[in-house]
């Protein structure tokens, strides 16, 4: 079946803009998490939904930060007046947590690169 | 404050010997562990997990052992094979919680033929 998917894969943006990450994750799993790798290190939590809501923003940075999932599906990460520190690949993540045991699967991610 | 670490930056490791990653946590609230491995532009996969009530979970040619006294886990991989070469994530997380997952800093694994 279908994996996680992000789009895009790559995204370039000036210091300043706006930018919106998507993911579009396993097809029915209520779960859905972002996260943030800077290199050489592991990912960081930012923020997680149960379903439309947010059950858990506290890894969101700062307020230029905000995340939607308005149908419980799709999920998109917004990023507001974007700076170089942002510079980051961001990772999407789905579960099933129904099961009790939630494991986790990743999306390929999208490399933001801020100028 | 790192609840998760891999004090190990990478390993070289002969075909067919085996491998050994540690992993090290502080939080006695994780209850679930897992293993990701990452290969170059692509995004973690996940290899194998454990439950803080099991000591020991295989899969194959990977075996992941928890030592809850400890807080020390370790993945095994044997007999390792170059395809294995990649970066190995462990992640720790809170069940009872909403279940976002603690990585540690990743361990380089190169497997030589």
């Known amino acids: 079946g279908a994996g996680v998917s992000q789009t895009p894969s790559n995204k370039v943006t000036e210091k300043g803009k706006y930018v919106e990450l998507r993911c579009d994750p396993i097809?029915?799993?209520?779960?859905l998490y972002w996260y943030r790798q800077s290199l050489g290190q592991g990912p960081e939590f930012l923020i997680y939904?149960?379903?439309?809501?947010?059950?858990?923003d506290s890894g969101l940075p700062n307020d230029r930060f905000f995340a939607v999932r308005p149908e419980g599906s799709v999920s998109t990460l917004k990023i507001q007046r974007t700076e170089r520190g942002d510079s980051a690949v961001y990772l999407c993540?789905?579960?099933?947590?129904?099961?009790?045991?939630?494991?986790?699967?990743f999306g390929p991610g999208t490399r933001l690169t801020v100028l | 404050d790192q609840q998760v670490k891999q004090n190990s930056p990478s390993l070289s490791v002969q075909e067919g010997r085996i491998s050994i990653l540690n992993c090290d946590y502080t939080?006695?609230?994780?209850?679930?562990f897992l293993w990701y491995k990452k290969y170059p532009a692509e995004g973690p996969t996940f290899l194998i997990s454990?439950?803080?009530?099991?000591d020991k979970n295989e899969d194959g040619r990977f075996t992941v052992f928890l030592n809850k006294s400890a807080k020390h886990l370790s993945l095994h991989i044997v007999p390792s094979q170059p395809g294995d070469s990649a970066v190995y994530f462990c992640?720790?997380?809170?069940?009872?919680?909403?279940?976002?997952?603690?990585f540690g800093q990743g361990t380089t694994l190169q497997v030589k033929p």
């Open positions: 939904f149960q379903g439309t809501g947010a059950a858990d």
């Open positions: 454990i439950s803080s009530i099991k």
């Open positions: 992640a720790a997380s809170d069940q009872s919680n909403t279940g976002k997952l603690i």
């Open positions: 993540a789905s579960s099933d947590r129904t099961g009790g045991s939630d494991t986790q699967y």
């Open positions: 939080n006695s609230m994780f209850d679930y």
């Open positions: 097809s029915g799993h209520t779960a």
